[in-house]
């Protein structure tokens, strides 16, 4: 394998999580009669430049094109977080009427939404079908199809180029990112273009240890430094970078062409912040894979002494990133009784991997089990609040990262 950023073959592996199916992969009742296929997860950083990346590619049509089951709607979080977003994005560049935005990965539309409320053009790109239907419903014009020179193709006769290209969790997602830019570059006005990608930032994934935002559609964990070369092979430099609480601890970074933007002091500020976390360290990443093992043991324990002491264990919410946390700590069905979630997508379907059965959150009030272990844990906060009333009847959630802990009222 060679580094997806500055194609050197010099990588040094520091985490290996197993075999996974992948992390969206929900099944029918009659699919978990069928074999499953597991892939490598594991990690490395390119000694070249730093960047951190899967080692093995899943096939990005077994990813997202098959019931693909995510929806960008599904939390009040993350719908008040792309508004803002959109609105951030147009005020500070002055976009218009005149101006296209083109979201990249669209899903439903939700970023999208935000941009036409300030007026501007929309086109979004997804490969998912049943989602691009989903989104086409909701009055919103989606390519379907993988973004690259094929999409761009489709866009620019019809809406000209974009004033601005989004990408969120996104370019992290893409295994040929030079092709993936050369169709940007197309698709991008010259002079004003602004391309924006966010995804969630190596240095939090480290230091609060995130190991479950790895899985299969994470091909990359971004970190600013090793863009900068890579940019500029395109005649592009970031402008800017902001940090965003979203996922996690996530960054904003801002791309446009040399000497269109002045160069904001957000990137100096990232890039120091990188160079003091240390996070092309060797040995720091090693701790961080020791942490990792430590946080399974941990959970493990817990989980096996609530079973122990005749506790009924269920999990609320189904991300993706739940099901690395699931698969790497070997959580089935003998210690979760169900799992709850608000996605029509999922509901009614069976977990990657482990097969426990994903019904709808009025469960979790109708058998009050007495510990919900909370997978989505970068929403824990809204996610409690929809469920005072569990515990205000006495149960009580598991938060699994940074290391497993009860919280009650």
Known sequence: MKCRLCESKDLFKFLDLGHHPPSDQFRTAEQIQQPVTFYPLDVYKCNGCGFVQLGYVVPPEILYQD??????????????????FANAVVNEFGFNKSDLAVDIGSNVGVLLDGFLENGLRIVGVDPAPNICEIARGRGVPTVNDFFGMNAVEQILPEH???????????FAHVDDLHA?????QKLLDPKRGVFVIEAPHLVHLLNNLEFDTIYHEHLSYVSVKPLMPFFKKFGMEIINVEQKDIHGGSIRVFVSGIGNYSVRTGVADV?????????????????????VAHNKSELN?????LKKDGKRIVAVSAPAKGMTLLNYCKIDRE????VTEKSRLKIGKFT??????????????EEM??????LAWNFSKEIMRNNREYMEKGGKFIIPVPSPRIVSI
């Open 180 to 184: 993936f830019m050369n169709a940007v």
């Open 67 to 84: 019931n693909y089951p995510y929806e960008s709607s599904t939390t009040e979080t993350g719908r008040s977080h792309f508004r803002a």
């Open 335 to 338: 210690l979760l009784d169900f």
């Open 352 to 365: 990657p991997g482990g097969h426990i059965p994903v019904t709808t959150d009025s469960k979790l009030l």
């Open 160 to 170: 000209g180029r974009a004033s601005v290209i989004t990408g969120t969790n996104v």
């Open 301 to 305: 324990f817990l989980l096996h002494q």
């Open 271 to 291: 890039l120091a912040m990188e160079a003091v976390e240390k996070v092309e360290d060797h040995s720091a990443l090693l701790q961080f894979a020791k942490a």
């Open 369 to 374: 089990p007495d510990y919900a272990l909370l």
